[in-house]
């Protein structure tokens, strides 16, 4: 048990799907995609997607015990049966109400570096012709800790939520060593969600369409971008 895992879970009403999405991510080593769900009778589902892992959950999970996000992020690594039975059991436990709509989290866009609201009506004015509709805001931080250098890490700088038309950024990036071109890129990416749809594929939805990745490798330094990505993660995090 370390620090980092009670601080990140304690209070819980500050835990966002964004929250969820990123530790997950980062627990699996890959992307991991999360859908809410109001299912009573499938509380939980994993399947493989073509960018990582996709989960579709009950909205109680943002609510569950930090021990039993931590297994499932486990399972998504190792597939531990002792894992799975913590998160079976507290699916098992759940109990449904009226299923009330998820609640969008305050954002905060200023930070310490950088101000979201600014990059964000910035992008949006010279990519978009100001098209995007958005809220915009920093995900929330956690407690520093040594990391140990790990290959294959994977972290998610940005991400879009449809239904709520909202962008969070990694606060990493609210860094000087950070460049305000990275961010630009990042919030870039984040509003291309907002105008690109989904694809759908025997059944599965796909975010980074062969339209998307058109878009986005036209992006101004796209390269540049990917470099100074890696750069961030291997030095930075």
């Not at 369409?209 to 796209?222: Q, T």
């Amino acid at each position: 048990m370390n620090g980092e895992q009670l601080d990140l879970f304690a209070s819980k009403e500050e835990v966002t799907l964004d929250d969820v999405k990123d530790f997950l991510s980062e627990k699996a080593g890959v992307p991991v995609s999360v859908v809410l769900t109001k299912n009573r009778v499938s509380m939980l589902s994993i399947a493989p997607a073509k960018e990582g892992i996709s989960i579709r959950m009950h909205k109680a999970f943002i609510s569950a015990p930090w021990d039993v996000l931590h297994a499932l992020g486990r399972y998504l690594r190792g597939r531990r049966r002792k894992d799975w039975k913590i998160v079976s059991d507290y699916a098992g436990s759940i109990v449904t109400d009226d299923d009330g709509p998820v609640v969008p989290a305050k954002l905060k866009s200023k930070g310490k570096v950088y101000d979201l609201k600014a990059v964000g009506k910035s992008v949006n004015d010279e990519f978009f012709s100001s098209r995007v509709k958005f809220r915009i805001g920093w995900s929330r931080a956690r407690p520093e800790r040594k990391r140990r250098r790990t290959r294959g890490r994977y972290i998610r700088f940005g991400s879009w939520v449809k239904q709520t038309q909202t962008i969070r950024i990694h606060p990493v990036l609210d860094d000087s060593r950070v460049p305000i071109e990275f961010v630009r890129y990042i919030v870039f990416h984040e509003m291309l969600h907002a105008v690109v749809p989904q694809v759908n594929r025997n059944g599965r939805q796909y975010d980074h369409s062969a339209e998307f990745r058109k878009l986005e490798r036209a992006y101004p330094g796209f390269e540049r971008m990917k470099l100074i990505s890696k750069w961030i993660v291997e030095e930075i995090i």
